[in-house]
């Protein structure tokens, strides 16, 4: 005899198990990524272009040396798929925690530049001030932010 009667409007088990902490049950889509990972690829290059040919800073360290003044490695593989990871945990907070996320992001990025300078991976101008960074990463963010959730709603 059973202690608990089905519903008659549900159509599924008992006791349905939750398989993921993600609200789609974990099964995301990457390519809803895509459209910001590119981006990302293309606004990181022409920034780093314009950046690196104003000498604001240079890249010491980085792959065909001959060929490109930047470093594409970051460009076209590190930078979208950082910011896809972004966009993935940016999607699942409220406005407040997302703005404090992404000044949170910002800050950190900020402050690896410095290590990054030590390690000879990147280098400033002299009269470079590390707060410059933290708007230009901040405005980064939001613009990816911003054009994903645009893209969202038009969909």
Known sequence: MP???RW?????????????????????SFRRYV?????????GTYLDLIFVNGGFYSFPVRP????????????LILLPFFTA????????MPAL??????????LAMTLAEPLSEKAGWFVHREDWRHLYSFFGYFGFLWLMWTFHRWLRFRA
């Open 85 to 92: 990871w972004f966009l993935f945990w940016a999607e699942r």
């Open 8 to 28: 008659r409007k549900s159509n599924g088990r008992l006791s349905p198990r939750k398989r993921s902490f993600l609200p789609d049950g974990g099964r995301a």
């Open 64 to 75: 065909f040396p001959g060929v490109f003044d930047i470093n594409v490695a970051f460009t």
């Open 97 to 106: 925690g997302r703005a404090a996320f992404i000044t949170v992001l910002s």
């Open 35 to 43: 459209p910001g990972m590119l981006l990302a690829s293309w606004a």
């Open 3 to 5: 202690i608990v009667k």
